[in-house]
Every structure is written in structure tokens, then in C-alpha cells.
């Protein structure tokens, strides 16, 4: 009997052994993968600060800049892109994941435009700021009456130079760089999580075992 109750004790303490091994090689091979992911989004941030430093020396540091951005007198904007967070089971534990998701635009209802009271224009040579406002070609949206622009590049204008795009696009993928971040962080952490209950099981069916 006692026999028997050591053989099963020695196959639990065997499967934890085995399951903690898989699970410090995955946390190592997150964490070269963190990384890779972080040098990635330095290098995209990077690329796209000199983009956009390009474009403001071409059009001028008044012409981009926070003056452009929506203010609290501007009509309420929705966001293009937002994130979305759902929990994944792997290997006997959980974790968040977050998805990125952009706004269709082509959902949008058509027929209900909006001519913007959107931004202020920029200071003017003494300083003081103009109360016009710009058109962002807005559309209405049906479910909650947010007003969006369609493209928020043209906040800076309609011929704006070919960096302040590129600088666009450059954002737009650090952006899903930073998402891909949280993802591997969060597993990261529950994988973390989940080799301290192994171990602390190890050390309990040790303990147990020594006992008998």
C-alpha cells in the first residue's frame, strides 16, 4: 500500500517536473520574442519621429503641431482604432489578449454629414489663437452620434508632404507592435503565475513524500 502510494506520489511530482520544464522554455523563448518586439517598436518610432520631423521642417512647426489636434470646443471624435481585451486558456492557465480593431468607415451612414467644428486654427503672429475652425470631413455615426474624421491626417491639411504619410503608416504599425507587446507580457506574467503554484505543489508533494 504504501508502496503504491510513493509510485503515485512519484508520478505527480513527475508530471509537475515536466510541465514546469515546458513552461520556463516557453517563458524564455516570450521573452526573446518581448525583445524582438521592443527593438522592432523603438526602431518604427524611430522611423516615423524622423518622418514627422521631416515634414514639420517642410511645412513649417506651426503648421504641425498640438495646434492642429482637436481641442475640448471641437466636435466629440471617435476613435479610428480601438482595443479590445478577451482571456485565452493555454496549458492550464489563463491570460489576456488584446486585439486591435479598426472602425469601418464604410459602415458609417452615408447620407448624415457633418461639417466640422472641429480644431482651432494656429496662433497667429502675436500669439493669440484664432477662434475659426476647421472642416475634418466628418461623418455622423448612426449607433452613437460620435463624429469621426475619416483620415486625421488631414487635421494638417489636404497636401501635406509625403513623410507626414509615412510617418502615418509608421505609427499605425507601432501601434500594433505595442498590442503584440501587451500580448506577450500578459502571457509572459501567467506563465510566471502558473510556475510559482507548480513549485509550491512540487515542494508540498516532496514534503508529503519525505513524510511517509
Same mark, same amino acid.
Given at each position: ?83 479590445? %481585451?478577451?482571456? @485565452? ?9 488584446? =486585439? !486591435?480593431? #479598426?472602425?469601418?468607415? &464604410? ?78 507580457? %500578459?502571457?509572459? @506574467? ?9 513549485? =509550491? !505543489?512540487? #515542494?508540498?508533494?516532496? &514534503? ?5
Amino acid at each position: 500500500m504504501i508502496s503504491t502510494l510513493m509510485g503515485e506520489m512519484s508520478d505527480d511530482i513527475l508530471e509537475v517536473c515536466k510541465e514546469l520544464d515546458y513552461l520556463m522554455i516557453h517563458a524564455l523563448d516570450l521573452m526573446e520574442e518581448q525583445i524582438k518586439c521592443k527593438l522592432k517598436l523603438q526602431e518604427t518610432m524611430k522611423s516615423g519621429c524622423l518622418n514627422l520631423a521631416k515634414a514639420r521642417y517642410i511645412m513649417g512647426h506651426n503648421n504641425i503641431s498640438s495646434l492642429q489636434l482637436p481641442t475640448e470646443d471641437s466636435a466629440e471624435i471617435a476613435a479610428q482604432r480601438t482595443v479590445a %481585451s478577451s482571456v @485565452e486558456t493555454k496549458k492550464n492557465f489563463e491570460y489576456m489578449v488584446f =486585439k !486591435l480593431h #479598426t472602425i469601418n468607415l &464604410a459602415k458609417m451612414s452615408s447620407g448624415e454629414q457633418e461639417e466640422g467644428n472641429s480644431i482651432r486654427r494656429r496662433a497667429s503672429k502675436d500669439g493669440s489663437e484664432s477662434k475659426g475652425k476647421e472642416d475634418l470631413n466628418c461623418k455622423k455615426i448612426e449607433d452613437n452620434g460620435l463624429v469621426i474624421a475619416t483620415d486625421p491626417i488631414k487635421w494638417f491639411g489636404y497636401l501635406v508632404p509625403q513623410n507626414l504619410r509615412q510617418a502615418q503608416k509608421g505609427f499605425h504599425a507601432a501601434l500594433e507592435l505595442v498590442v503584440q507587446s501587451a500580448n506577450i507580457q %500578459s502571457e509572459l @506574467e501567467a506563465t510566471h503565475k502558473r510556475c510559482d503554484k507548480l513549485l =509550491k !505543489l512540487k #515542494t508540498a508533494l516532496i &514534503a508529503i513524500k519525505s513524510e511517509v
